[in-house]
């Protein structure tokens, strides 16, 4: 499984994004689908996550009300809808796929490269 993200930039506080993960390789629809983001000097940290069938989604309290993740199983694209951002949001995000529907960094087996999100105050 091969994973490749898209669509940061540098927004100002307030504006939106969207992120764009394409996934190739095997079936799509199989792996529950998270995003991640890492800070400089900071640890890795769990933003949202969503099921196989994208019914069901979780988010860390930091995004919660303000991102949204969703999923297309024919395109075989993972999205996060992200609004209101804020200089806190500064980070590389990171798509990933697991066999769980999990929070937990240790449950994805497979990772795209990260895309620079950049929210000046």
């Known amino acids: 499984v091969q994973l490749q993200a898209s669509g940061g930039g540098l927004v100002q506080a307030g504006d939106s994004l969207r992120l764009s993960c394409v996934v190739f390789?095997?079936?799509?629809?199989?792996?529950?689908m998270g995003w991640f983001r890492q800070a400089p000097g900071k640890k890795r940290e769990f933003v949202a996550a969503?099921?196989?069938?994208?019914?069901?989604?979780f988010y860390d309290d930091s995004v919660k009300g303000r991102f949204t993740i969703s999923r297309d199983n024919v395109k075989k694209i993972l999205c996060l809808q992200m609004n209101n951002l804020k200089p806190e949001d500064t980070a590389v995000y990171r798509c990933?796929?697991?066999?769980?529907?999990?929070?937990?960094?240790?449950?994805?087996?497979?990772w795209g490269q990260g895309t620079q999100v950049t929210v000046s105050s």
């Open positions: 969503i099921n196989r069938s994208g019914n069901r989604t």
């Open positions: 390789g095997r079936t799509f629809s199989r792996y529950p």
């Open positions: 990933a796929a697991s066999l769980d529907f999990s929070s937990r960094y240790e449950s994805y087996g497979y």
